[in-house]
């Protein structure tokens, strides 16, 4: 879990968040999924933070059975598909998640 402040200090990344589920057409479940796995581990380093979103959106999506690929999750969030791909996975473990091996 995480504070409650994180959600007023962190409010641009969660708004970028939000945007990039509504471009990709996600649902509710999915970009909550998102939100809730950068709350509970917000990267300290700025430059951590747009990978970091991403991989969150991506690994959220999954969550809530809608998945989208990272291509497109990474050009919806200005990263790129590497960011999202070296990420999504060590977010879910983070999380108390069971990590697919594919």
Known sequence: MYP???RIEHEAWLDRIG???ARLGLGDEARANAVDLFLSDVPENDRSK???AAACLYAGALLA???RSQSAVAREMDVSRPSVQHRWKARLADA???VPDW
């Open 50 to 52: 747009p990978a970091a």
């Open 19 to 21: 945007n990039g589920a």
């Open 4 to 6: 409650a402040r994180n």
């Open 65 to 67: 059975g809608e998945q």
């Open 96 to 98: 108390g998640f069971d």
